[in-house]
């Protein structure tokens, strides 16, 4: 996947589903019905607009949702950061044992995020893969 107007590209696996948000942020995901209220996928948002523009209030932003504890694992540098997240249950879907992670990378002042929640470790994994594949091509 090559986004033009926000300058970055990606690979993903091939039977993945990927559709655009219709605002520059793709979302892909193992299939279909994943794409849900649950959000089962993965997100790259590129736009940096809003709190976005800004890395270090992005961060901070992203920092002020999330305390270090047994759930959350919090790391911050001058060019990056992230916040992951798991494993942890929603027994109101009965999901058990999830993964989560939000990236952010610094980019011409900005924040562009990467996000996935509610997903198994063998999904994490793979949107790990898809992450690594991730850079700016402008």
């Known amino acids: 996947y090559t986004n033009i107007r926000y300058g970055f590209s990606f690979k993903y696996p091939?039977?993945?589903?990927m559709k655009d948000s219709g605002?520059?942020?793709?979302?892909?995901?193992?299939?279909?019905d994943k794409l849900t209220p649950l959000s089962q996928y993965l997100t790259i948002n590129?736009?940096?607009?809003?709190?976005?523009?800004?890395?270090?209030?992005?961060?901070?932003?992203?920092?002020?949702?999330?305390?270090?504890?047994?759930?959350?694992?919090?790391?911050?540098?001058?060019d990056s950061a992230s916040v992951i997240i798991g494993p942890y249950s929603l027994p109101e879907s009965n999901l058990q044992n999830v993964y989560g992670k939000h990236l952010y990378w610094k980019y011409?002042?900005?924040?562009?995020?990467?996000?996935?929640?509610?997903?198994?470790?063998?999904?994490?994994?793979?949107?790990?893969?898809?992450?690594?594949?991730?850079?700016?091509?402008?």
């Open 14 to 17: 091939e039977g993945y589903v």
């Open 23 to 32: 605002m520059g942020t793709p979302v892909i995901a193992s299939s279909e």
């Open 46 to 78: 590129a736009r940096l607009e809003n709190i976005y523009a800004n890395y270090d209030q992005a961060v901070a932003a992203l920092f002020q949702q999330f305390k270090e504890g047994a759930k959350y694992h919090l790391n911050s540098s001058s």
């Open 108 to 138: 011409k002042n900005g924040a562009v995020t990467a996000s996935y929640q509610n997903v198994s470790q063998s999904e994490a994994k793979i949107f790990d893969q898809i992450l690594s594949t991730f850079k700016f091509t402008d």
